[in-house]
């Protein structure tokens, strides 16, 4: 697979705590030739909801988790430095916008709140961590 072939020198994974960013940082770990870093963001790395990550850091020299909330600007901002201080001048090779949200429900139950958090974390969240 392509995926095979790819080799980065350093990832970032937004929403890398479950699911499919956790597959995504899983599958970084197991390559032959594994990035030299690889940057997992979550909401709260510390929480219970971050568990599988941690017991994956503390045999991963190479994975470090980041604190990122992707629909808060200044969240954002905070990790680029951190990201910046592992990796020096060389920047990030690869940008994973995985981190979203859904919140399923009927028509009459939709409120503005609920879509303006669901448009800000998965339209404007991948913008933000683009820049």
């Avoid at 090779?93 to 949200?101: E, H, M, P, Q, T």
Wanted: hydrophobic residues 40%; contains cysteine; neutral net charge.
């Amino acid at each position: 697979s392509s995926m095979a072939e790819l080799c980065v020198c350093s990832v970032l994974v937004t929403g890398a705590n479950r699911g499919l960013g956790l597959g995504l940082i899983q599958h970084f770990l197991r390559m032959p030739n594994p990035p030299q870093w690889i940057f997992a963001g979550c909401r709260d790395p510390k929480g219970q909801r971050a568990q599988d990550l941690q017991n994956l850091a503390s045999k991963h020299p190479n994975l470090v988790i980041i604190a990122l909330e992707v629909a808060d600007p200044a969240s954002i901002k905070v990790a680029a430095a951190k990201v910046g201080e592992h990796l020096g001048g060389s920047g990030l090779n690869l940008l994973i916008n995985n981190a979203g949200i859904v919140k399923p429900k009927m028509l009459e139950a939709e409120t503005l709140e609920d879509m303006t958090e669901t448009y800000t974390t998965n339209t404007v969240g991948p913008l933000l961590m683009g820049q």
